[in-house]
């Protein structure tokens, strides 16, 4: 049981370019959320699937893009990187669509923006 | 507006001694709250979590307190260890809004053997 499973775990890009962060989980779950860690400023949600085939905005949604592949995958996709988007990425997942319960998160991909 | 805080950036303990880590929230909408740990270069780890239908919860070492009129949680670790010092993030959520989760700019704990 792998949990929650992020690629890739590191990764540089220069400004504009383009690239798409891979997430799965193994558990079932029904939740898949996407954060940003940044200093000082905790986690911020950028988006997040409540459900397979529904998606919506977080906190921080503007450059981003998501697909929720399947129940099991949910990806971000930055579509034209800027050097404010460097920052860890963490997925996370979480068994019910709503409510209480934890969520469990991946090890993170650590973005650099050039 | 910063709607979870955690006003303490960081926080030194003698090894065995209690950890209070300490956290305030401004929407009076939240009703279920958690703790999660973190350590360099790995994901969030759940902790421990508390409804606003009670005023503590305990599991193990860790236990949380919730002072909804003072919109105040703390977390409290006793006795503390070396392998506790790490980075602590509180939550929050809503059950009537959106199934988001907000998070605490975190405490980091040095846990001093």
């Known amino acids: 049981n792998a949990g929650v499973t992020q690629t890739p775990k590191f990764q540089v890009l220069k400004t504009g370019q383009s690239m798409t962060l891979q997430c799965a989980q193994d558990?079932?779950?029904?939740?898949m959320y996407w954060y940003r860690q940044d200093p000082g400023m905790g986690l911020r949600l950028i988006y997040y699937?409540?459900?397979?085939?529904?998606?919506d905005k977080g906190e921080v949604p503007n450059g981003y893009n998501v697909s929720r592949l399947n129940k099991r995958e949910f990806s971000l996709r930055l579509e034209s990187a800027a050097p404010s988007q460097t920052s860890v990425y963490f997925c996370?997942?979480?068994?019910?669509?709503?409510?209480?319960?934890?969520?469990?998160f991946g090890p993170g991909t650590r973005l650099t923006v050039t | 507006d910063q709607q979870v805080k955690q006003n303490s950036p960081s926080l030194s303990v003698q090894e065995g001694r209690i950890s209070i880590l300490n956290c305030d929230y401004t929407?009076?909408?939240?009703?279920?709250f958690l703790w999660y740990k973190k350590y360099p270069a790995e994901g969030p780890t759940f902790l421990i979590s508390i409804s606003s239908i009670k005023d503590k919860n305990e599991d193990g070492r860790f236990t949380v307190f919730l002072n909804k009129s003072a919109k105040h949680l703390s977390l409290h670790i006793v006795p503390s260890q070396p392998g506790d010092s790490a980075v602590y993030f509180c939550a929050a959520s809503s059950n009537s809004g959106t199934y988001k989760y907000i998070f605490g700019t975190g405490t980091r704990l040095k846990v001093l053997a």
């Open positions: 929407n009076s909408m939240f009703d279920y």
């Open positions: 699937s409540a459900s397979e085939g529904t998606t």
């Open positions: 996370a997942s979480k068994r019910g669509s709503r409510g209480e319960g934890e969520q469990y």
């Open positions: 558990m079932n779950h029904n939740s």
